[in-house]
DNA sequence: GTCTATATAATGATAGAC
DNA sequence: GTCTATCATTATATAGAC
């Protein structure tokens, strides 16, 4: 009689292991990584993964299937979040640190998962702001769409700044590094977000003068503008 | 008679050539760049540059430190700017697009050139904090270090993504993809930075409570409590 | 200083034995 | 299904002719 040491050691087809052995690799090493080193780890030789695959792009394809389909069976189930609160909850899972690094490698070098995973993300920010706007938590914006591009972009762009940094990206320390880069622009974060940087409205509405928006709307510009929005202290 | 056609064609010696062709063709095609490459734009062939260079290592290396002359050069007489307007003046200079590019990639892969240039804009942006503070058009910050932190590398990382969503960048147009980005994100941007994004203080007080640090006071923190100051060059 | 020719290593992919 | 052996390509770097 035998044991299972892990599922994923026996439970799987080769198929399988060869293709988790590569998102890991992926992740360690980035997407240079040599087949022959997937093949190590994956305990065959190299020859198999092109028997199995085709050809090294081919595998990155499944490769990226894969992790997108583990990221939407993990935020399936849960509310929409702000980016931060996204990034912090999937470092938190070190079981799935491999996907988690390789979608953030796929989203700085452009890659098909990491523009799937982008565009996901910008969609919960929306759904998340117009939830709190409806509950009186978020600020309506002139254009909701843009403003949630932005926030994901420069949040997510600037945890991946951070990230790069890092001389070497480590898989058992990435989500402690993501939490601590969390923890450092936390009360800055904050800070703009309730209070703003800037004194005055000059710069906003010279800018809403500029492109012809009247000062002091809050809908859409492309609508009628109906409602006005009461300068803050 | 001869008409000098360009001076970067003529005046320099062979070696300025081969450098220069370097950051051309390591903007254009990314570091993993071949010296035959390298040494094809500079009318050389591969053996002259290991002659003068060494190694590409090293050429890498005189590389960064000639692009962060040329920044610092251009940087040096300017006063104090925000991110994104750094960003677009250095943009606009076409003269000045391979030193930008390849800057830009540095940071993304965390070479040690970008490294420099961020540094160099954090400074940069605590200063112009600290003088918007004083002419009243900046809210002072209860981390003014954490906050330029934040601000510098939010803004660029959040250009960096959007840029590398960009099928390929071409040297001829990377000018005007930058100033579409910046005109994109300039009205969340200044909608964020001057009414904010929440409508309440309640989360910004919550997290004050939590960290030790009375709600309401806007005072630095940093002066005695927080983290070391990096490196500057 | 500059080039040609070559050494050496690593890559992705193929062919065929078992 | 899996492996061994090999090919073809490309990379950096070297040696030596001119």
Not at 29 to 51: D, Q, Y
Not at 143 to 164: M, N
Request: proline residues 4%; charged residues 25%; negative net charge.
């Amino acid at each position: 009689m035998r044991i299972a040491p892990r599922a994923r050691d026996t439970d799987l087809t080769t198929r399988a292991r060869i293709r988790n052995a590569a998102i890991e690799e992926f992740a360690i090493r980035g997407f240079g990584a040599s087949v022959r080193e997937i093949a190590a780890r994956a305990g065959v030789t190299a020859g198999l993964i092109t028997h199995h695959f085709g050809s090294k792009d081919n595998l990155r394809v499944e490769c990226d299937t894969e992790v997108i389909r583990q990221y939407r069976a993990i935020k399936g189930g849960g509310s929409a979040m702000s980016p931060a609160q996204s990034m912090s909850v999937l470092a938190e899972l070190d079981e799935y640190a491999p996907m988690f690094v390789y979608i953030l490698r796929s989203v700085r070098d452009g890659g098909a998962a990491g523009i799937q995973f982008l565009e996901q993300m910008i969609q919960e920010a929306i759904a998340y702001a117009a939830e709190g706007e409806k509950s009186g938590l978020v600020r309506p914006s002139r254009d909701p769409e843009a403003r949630a591009r932005y926030l994901v972009t420069s949040s997510l762009g600037g945890i991946l700044l951070q990230l790069s940094l890092q001389p070497q990206l480590d898989l058992a320390d990435v989500g402690a590094t993501v939490r601590r880069i969390v923890d450092e622009i936390t009360l800055p974060t904050l800070e703009i977000y309730t209070e703003g940087v800037l004194t005055d409205r000059r710069y906003l509405d010279e800018y809403l003068l500029y492109v012809g928006d009247p000062p002091g709307t809050a809908a859409t510009s492309s609508t009628t503008t109906s409602q006005t929005m009461e300068t803050t202290s």
